[in-house]
């Protein structure tokens, strides 16, 4: 087991509240920790980050021939790529099940632990649930610098900090390659889980964050990027998904919001109108929801998680329009001067095959769309006339926000893309 102190979650809530205790205020959230020797964490791993992950292509081959188990409190498995399990436990409760780790994708310790937990704890937002326990999986070199390691656990043990979310051991073996990330447990109402599936016709798709971070990885791996684009990169990869996703599931009309239970907020344009009776604070009805599908984008792409996205809901194909999305700075610059991962490859050769493009889209826009993403954005289907409504609510929230496309009926491919 990982050797972590346990902290009580009253104590870790928030790094700016009088019940923090001083010490762990002054030791996790001070990147201005003791500096270390000035090893390269990225050159020492032959990907970073998700780029690292297996081609979706093989893990397709694989899990196609497993066996299915039957448990009617599955709610979610893998049947359709989803972003995290869940398993119910009463009519009220269900746990929501992830796990994420990879090798560095930043050269400083402290900042590749935050973007790993950030990364983790991305899934169990996806789905609409509140992370609550995590448990820490450290691959280490057995000769390492152990103040390495010190920072990298301090810089993960920030983000669960921030997100109320207790860790609570761990599991450690010796690697030469270095990798780090968190399985997490969460809880969510059954009746308001978040999937990837039931984008229909008319949707409108929005997008948080921007695209870019695989790119700008393997730059810094090579020893070429730019300080702005790290500072841009670094600053989306260790931005909790945690308020997009408060926003989201208060604008939807749900009860189990992702924050603790005094702290809820509902939306008021998603209740009943009329006076402030409880009466007046139904949520709306199922039918009626406005958030048919949702999903994070991280290792397979916009295109890999669209993919998805597109087979799990019904008669739908997704498209987008290239020239809005948002891109972090020095993406496509990085992509034209070919700093393209393996995963990104891998990417484009699993799924380009159910994409049409307009004719004139630039190759570096195409290419982009493959980039595995570390701790990336939410990819939304809204219903049309609640898109704009929503996008509000997440800018006032301060959360960046873009509407790059609309879900279409089903035509010869899954995904379009135009200029």
């Known amino acids: 087991m990982v050797g972590f102190t346990n902290f009580r979650s009253d104590e870790c809530a928030d790094s700016d509240s009088e019940y923090v205790n001083p010490a762990i205020r002054e030791f996790f959230y001070n990147p201005l920790m003791p500096e270390t020797q000035t090893l390269r964490l990225t050159a020492?791993?032959?990907?970073?980050?998700?780029?690292?992950?297996?081609?979706?292509?093989?893990?397709?081959?694989?899990?196609?021939?497993?066996?299915?188990?039957?448990?009617?409190?599955?709610?979610?498995?893998?049947?359709?790529?989803?972003?995290?399990?869940?398993?119910?436990?009463?009519?009220?409760?269900?746990?929501?099940?992830?796990?994420?780790?990879?090798?560095?994708?930043?050269?400083?310790?402290?900042?590749?632990?935050q973007i790993a937990a950030t990364n983790a704890l991305s899934d169990i937002y996806a789905m609409g649930g509140r992370p609550v326990t995590a448990l820490a999986h450290v691959c280490f070199p057995e000769k390492g610098d152990l103040e390495i390691l010190e920072r990298i656990l301090a810089g993960g043990l920030s983000k669960m900090i921030e997100a109320e979310c207790v860790v609570i051991g761990g599991h450690s073996i010796r690697d030469e390659e270095m990798k780090f990330g968190y399985s997490v447990t969460g809880l969510v109402n059954p009746k308001e889980i978040f999937k990837n599936g039931g984008a229909q016709p008319g949707d409108r798709l929005l997008f948080t964050k921007a695209l870019g971070t695989g790119t700008i990885a393997t730059a810094i791996k090579k020893g070429v990027a730019k300080q702005p684009?790290?500072?841009?990169?670094?600053?989306?990869?260790?931005?909790?998904?945690?308020?997009?996703?408060?926003?989201?599931?208060?604008?939807?009309?749900?009860?189990?919001?992702?924050?603790?239970?005094?702290?809820?907020?509902?939306?008021?344009?998603?209740?009943?109108?009329?006076?402030?009776?409880?009466?007046?604070?139904?949520?709306?009805?199922?039918?009626?929801?406005?958030?048919?599908?949702?999903?994070?984008?991280?290792?397979?792409?916009?295109?890999?998680?669209?993919?998805?996205?597109?087979?799990?809901?019904?008669?739908?194909?997704?498209?987008?329009?290239?020239?809005?999305?948002?891109?972090?700075?020095?993406?496509?610059?990085?992509?034209?001067?070919?700093?393209?991962?393996?995963?990104?490859?891998?990417?484009?050769?699993?799924?380009?095959?159910?994409?049409?493009?307009?004719?004139?889209?630039?190759?570096?826009?195409?290419?982009?769309?493959?980039?595995?993403?570390?701790a990336g954005g939410l990819l939304i289907s809204v219903a049309s006339d609640s898109a704009d409504e929503l996008k509000h609510a997440l800018i006032a929230a301060g959360v960046p926000v873009a509407e790059i496309g609309e879900v279409l009926p089903k035509s010869a491919r899954l995904i379009t893309v135009s200029r």
């Open 44 to 113: 020492t791993v032959k990907a970073g980050g998700c780029a690292a992950k297996l081609s979706p292509a093989a893990l397709d081959k694989v899990l196609g021939k497993l066996p299915r188990q039957s448990d009617p409190n599955v709610l979610v498995g893998f049947d359709h790529a989803d972003d995290a399990g869940v398993y119910q436990l009463s009519p009220d409760l269900a746990l929501v099940q992830t796990v994420d780790f990879f090798t560095p994708i930043v050269d400083d310790p402290y900042t590749f632990g």
């Open 229 to 374: 684009w790290i500072d841009a990169a670094v600053s989306s990869m260790t931005t909790l998904n945690k308020t997009a996703a408060e926003v989201i599931t208060r604008f939807h009309g749900g009860t189990g919001v992702p924050a603790r239970p005094e702290e809820r907020v509902p939306h008021p344009s998603r209740f009943s109108k009329g006076g402030s009776s409880a009466d007046d604070q139904r949520p709306i009805t199922d039918d009626a929801f406005p958030v048919h599908a949702l999903t994070d984008v991280t290792g397979f792409g916009l295109i890999g998680h669209a993919r998805e996205m597109a087979l799990a809901s019904e008669n739908v194909t997704l498209h987008f329009y290239a020239s809005r999305i948002p891109m972090l700075d020095g993406a496509l610059e990085c992509i034209r001067e070919g700093h393209i991962s393996g995963g990104l490859k891998a990417n484009r050769e699993f799924a380009e095959c159910v994409v049409e493009y307009e004719y004139g889209i630039p190759e570096e826009l195409k290419t982009i769309l493959f980039d595995p993403q570390t």
